[in-house]
């Protein structure tokens, strides 16, 4: 890990080298901080989508990989958590049909199939894919 940043206990921020241990490293990073935070049902699925979307970023990018987690103040039912991973390649990640014998291309379907809502958003330095689970209530 390069750098933690944790603000008010709302938004905590992870930078990660573009190295094969970062999506083993960001999955631990947001399974603790999302059982700190109480959140302890989103924990498994946050740390499995972001896995996958760790794993995107080192594929087809170079350079650091930002994880960043954004919770409500006083998390309840309706509410949702924010998870975002950034890198510095500026083309969005496509979804595409994998083929039943494909060992890739699920990822994205996986997000897509799991999330409340999730989308991309260009960035001056690349891009952040980003998702948002329900607050169990």
């Known amino acids: 890990m390069i750098g933690v940043i944790d ?3 709302d938004t905590v921020e992870w930078t990660f080298p573009a190295e094969p241990g970062a999506v083993r490293t960001a ?6 901080k999302l059982r700190g935070w109480g959140l302890d049902g989103l924990a498994d699925l946050a740390a499995l989508l972001v896995s996958e979307l ?13 994880v960043r987690l954004v919770r409500p103040r006083l998390p309840g039912p309706g509410d949702t958590l924010r998870v975002e991973v950034s890198d510095p390649l500026p083309d969005p ?12 291309g699920r990822g994205l379907q996986l997000v897509a199939g799991s999330a409340r809502s999730w989308g991309t958003h260009p960035g001056d330095n690349g891009k952040t894919v980003w998702f948002e689970l329900a607050v169990p209530g």
């Open 27 to 32: 999955r631990t990073a947001v399974r603790d």
């Open 7 to 9: 603000t008010e206990g």
């Open 54 to 66: 760790v794993t995107n970023s080192l594929r087809h990018a170079t350079g650091p990989i930002g």
């Open 93 to 104: 990640p496509r979804e595409r049909a994998a083929g039943p014998d494909d060992e890739s």
